[in-house]
């Protein structure tokens, strides 16, 4: 692995992104969320882009968290500062127009877990550990922890989280809809291989109108959100894609996006 801090591979339009700090355990500091940010803007441009896989360098840990050397001496504007760039990259991430996946290979804590929740979805390997344990430090989560983490496995299990700062297991995050599936560490690898062919098999219009359509309705009334599924639904049948995927199916082939 080179010495930049995010590492960049693709395959069929298919990005993986690696976090590559893996001395400090992936721990994100200033340098590292403005070579993502960087890295996630010119992705931002791209028609060619089927989905984003982002994980951590080395076989221990996703994300440890926000950087502690770095912040010890901060100031509270300091602090604001960094949780302003923090929040600047995840949300542009979480906006990508592709699917966003978190291959969790171990550690994922602060703002480590932080970041997988910016993600649309999550797969873990079983030696993964969440938590937001920002309370033992004498802080509160600032990468979003406290809005997406309710948001994600609902206010009481977020509230249990964010103030005992206990960690769970793979298996408890499964349970509480933190990640979506579990896979022993060793599967990880061809998970990421399997998810990269089904992300890049479908549609890919498609596939940026399902997610635009879960995350903007997210943000409405069922009416309101019911009638942009349906305006989306529609503008699905304007193009290519539809003839040639329920062309495919009639024709009993497979369709070539
Ligand atoms: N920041 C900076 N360095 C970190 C780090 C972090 N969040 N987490 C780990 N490291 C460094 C350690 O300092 C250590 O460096 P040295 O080898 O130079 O001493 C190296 O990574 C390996 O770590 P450990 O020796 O501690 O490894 P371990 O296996 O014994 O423990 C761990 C692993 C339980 C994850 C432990 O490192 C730990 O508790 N890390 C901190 C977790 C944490 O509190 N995260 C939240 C940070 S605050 C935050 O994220 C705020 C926010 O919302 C924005």
Same mark, same amino acid.
């Given at each position: 692995?080179?010495? +930049?801090?995010?590492?960049?591979?693709?395959?069929?339009?298919?990005?993986?992104?690696?976090?590559?700090?893996?001395? *400090?355990?992936?721990?994100?500091?200033? #340098? =590292?969320?403005?070579?993502?940010?960087?890295?996630?803007?010119?992705? @931002?441009? /791209?028609? %060619? =882009?089927? @989905?984003?896989?982002?994980?951590?360098?080395?076989? +221990?840990?996703?994300? #440890?968290? #926000?950087?502690? @050397?770095?912040?010890?001496?901060?100031?509270?504007? %300091?602090? /604001?500062?960094?949780?302003?760039?923090?929040?600047?990259?995840?949300?542009?991430?979480? /906006?990508?127009?592709?699917?966003?996946?978190?291959?969790?290979?171990?550690?994922?804590?602060?703002?480590?877990?932080?970041?997988? !929740?910016?993600?649309?979805?999550?797969?873990?390997?079983?030696?993964?550990?969440?938590?937001?344990?920002?309370?033992?430090?004498?802080?509160?989560?600032?990468?979003?922890?406290?809005?997406? !983490?309710?948001? /994600?496995?609902?206010?009481?299990?977020?509230?249990?989280?964010?103030?005992?700062?206990?960690?769970?297991?793979?298996?408890?995050?499964?349970?509480?809809?933190?990640?979506?599936?579990?896979?022993?560490?060793?599967? !990880?690898? $061809?998970? @990421?291989?399997?998810?990269?062919?089904?992300?890049? $098999?479908?549609?890919?219009?498609?596939?940026?109108?399902?997610?635009? *359509?879960?995350?903007?309705?997210? %943000?409405?009334? !069922?009416?309101?959100?019911?009638?942009?599924?349906?305006?989306?639904? *529609?503008?699905?049948?304007?193009?290519?894609?539809?003839?040639?995927?329920?062309?495919?199916?009639?024709? +009993?082939?497979?369709?070539?996006?």
């Amino acid at each position: 692995m080179s010495d +930049k801090l995010i590492e960049v591979q693709e395959d069929t339009g298919v990005v993986r992104l690696t976090l590559n700090r893996p001395k *400090a355990l992936n721990a994100l500091n200033t #340098a =590292l969320l403005a070579e993502l940010d960087s890295v996630l803007n010119d992705l @931002a441009q /791209r028609d %060619d =882009l089927r @989905a984003v896989l982002i994980t951590g360098a080395g076989e +221990k840990s996703f994300v #440890a968290g #926000a950087d502690i @050397a770095e912040m010890r001496d901060k100031t509270p504007e %300091d602090a /604001r500062r960094f949780a302003m760039q923090a929040l600047t990259t995840f949300k542009r991430l979480e /906006r990508l127009p592709v699917p966003v996946v978190a291959l969790v290979n171990g550690f994922c804590l602060g703002g480590g877990c932080e970041l997988a !929740l910016a993600c649309d979805w999550a797969v873990a390997s079983d030696n993964a550990l969440f938590g937001q344990p920002e309370v033992g430090l004498g802080v509160i989560p600032g990468f979003g922890g406290t809005q997406r !983490l309710p948001r /994600r496995v609902g206010p009481a299990m977020a509230l249990d989280l964010v103030t005992t700062g206990r960690k769970i297991d793979a298996q408890e995050a499964l349970r509480v809809g933190l990640v979506n599936r579990v896979v022993p560490q060793a599967e !990880l690898e $061809a998970v @990421a291989e399997e998810l990269t062919k089904q992300l890049a $098999a479908n549609g890919p219009q498609a596939v940026r109108s399902a997610k635009q *359509a879960v995350h903007d309705g997210m %943000d409405q009334d !069922l009416e309101s959100a019911l009638a942009l599924e349906t305006s989306l639904f *529609a503008l699905s049948f304007a193009g290519s894609e539809q003839k040639e995927g329920m062309g495919a199916f009639v024709e +009993k082939r497979k369709p070539n996006f």
